[in-house]
């Protein structure tokens, strides 16, 4: 009767568990899908429009033809904006010349955009959603992870942390690769966790090919391969057969990438010259980006006032203390999946922090980049959460709904340098009036700003003091009003905006009437004083 008993007991559990991961799916879903179009694109999501869409050439060469000439071609917004729509003639091969001249980036995920919209369209909501997407598939190979190295209840807690992370949850509705490489990560973990179980050459191969996919997706994937070779060549050492196996794998997914690789490097790409990664000294502000940048995995909130950071720092402490006990008891009962997880988060930190100390590097301070250290996270934090709710139901679960309504509100966060709201300020003051644009000559300004003012307002690429100067004398016979645009990047504000542009008196007839700073780009308005 006992054993009758344990046979109609297991498919009930299964289904259970089936039906709790269909809800934590539909949970992460929800989460991802809130506000998916009430946020403005940004700066980076614009790259990723003209460059998938074909156009990453052409505008590096419209950009470049800018700054060379003594007289800028009048143009309106809507003929920058053709720049980030589909085009028939392009093709995935002008995608890839593009990222090879204009982008620090390797092209995978701007090969899979480009198809997407050319099924789908490019409007925001497409853009967006195959993030979601990536992002949802990463809950359940969460739950996959946490089942291979632990349990069942674990792994319930991995895909549900992962599902309402703030972090995981912002980084699911970006148009940029980042959701991808959660995604990819976690297959080439959850096939090298099958293959150091059960030696199978099925697993090898799948492991070497989403290897190749991340170092085509992110270069820093790297740091995540490296996380796996010292983990697996340490722990498995003695097992001879299946180290041979593995670095074969790992060899193939090197010859995978190389082409991309030869190509760079005949192009002549130099790392250190990415200004937005490098420049950043202080080593103080490294270590302490490193306490903030895990706190972020579980909250985000640009709400400020004492009781909302009263409540972070009580989830944090509260976290702090399962996690203490849970990863101690991993230490305990599962000693080769703590030396996984523990890998696969301090690892990639360990390589953005020795960066950052080397070249005076602003890694740390770049939310997105605590991707890589994310993916050793969520075993973690998953099976400290599920160690948590076994001693203390309530607690752990106020820190879960805690966790959720941060998500809830991320949605509303903008990334970074956002035009929708200061375009619609421009929009509505240029009614009636023949209007300028006048932005600094970048790539992510200029198409930033096409994308949401109105057809009718000219946009006017300037880059120095002398062709301001020249833009203003020439717009006293054509308009009513100028508006010079600002965008402040966080990590450094001087990244995209250039000091001449912060003039206040432009000369001329036209005055300073009026000034805004929305989602962090400013604006200053100057009217012709005749008016």
Known sequence: MKVLWQWVKAPVNKMRFSFILLFILALGLALRMNNLSGRSLW????????????????????VDGFSKRETIPLLKSEDFRLFLENDSTKHIKDVTIGLLDTDTHPPLYSWIIYIWMKLFGNGL??????????????????????????NQGSAVFCALFTAVSAFSVRYSQEARSYSLIMAIGLLSSLFL??????????????????SALGLYTHYFYAFVAIAH??????????????????????????????????????????????????GYPGLIVKVGSIFSGIGRYMFISEQPGFLVRILLLAGMVFFAYIAFNGIREIFIKYRRQFWFCLAMFSLPLSFMFLLDILQHGALLRQERFWMFSFLGFIPLAGYSLNFGFSRNRISTGLFILFMLFSSLFVSRVQFGPAPKNSCGWINAKSRGKASAVIACNMRGVLFAQSY?????????????????ADMVKMSASWFDKL???????????????????????????????GEINLDEIAVSEFSRSTL
């Open 483 to 513: 508006f010079i645009v600002r965008h402040y990047y966080r990590t450094n504000n001087s990244l995209i905006n250039e000091p001449f542009m912060e003039v206040k008196d432009i000369g001329g007839d036209f005055k300073l009437t």
């Open 125 to 150: 909501f497409v853009l967006r959603f195959f993030s979601v997407l990536m992002g949802v598939f990463a809950i359940f190979l969460a739950y996959r992870i946490g089942e291979r190295l632990f």
């Open 193 to 210: 966790l099958k293959l150091e179980k059960d030696n199978k050459n099925q697993d090898a191969f799948w492991f070497a090919i989403f």
């Open 229 to 278: 070779f010292l983990y697996f060549s340490l722990v498995h050492r003695r097992e001879s057969v299946m180290v041979r196996k593995f670095y074969l794998a790992v060899l193939s997914s090197l010859l995978l990438f190389s082409p991309w690789l030869i190509l760079v490097t005949l192009k002549g790409y130099n790392f250190v010259n990415a200004e937005w990664i490098f």
């Open 43 to 62: 700066t980076d999501e614009f790259f990723t429009l003209f460059l998938s869409s074909g156009h990453g050439v052409d505008v590096v060469k419209l």
């Open 452 to 468: 949401y003012l109105d057809n009718d307002i000219y946009l006017l690429p300037v880059s120095g003091s002398r062709q301001l």
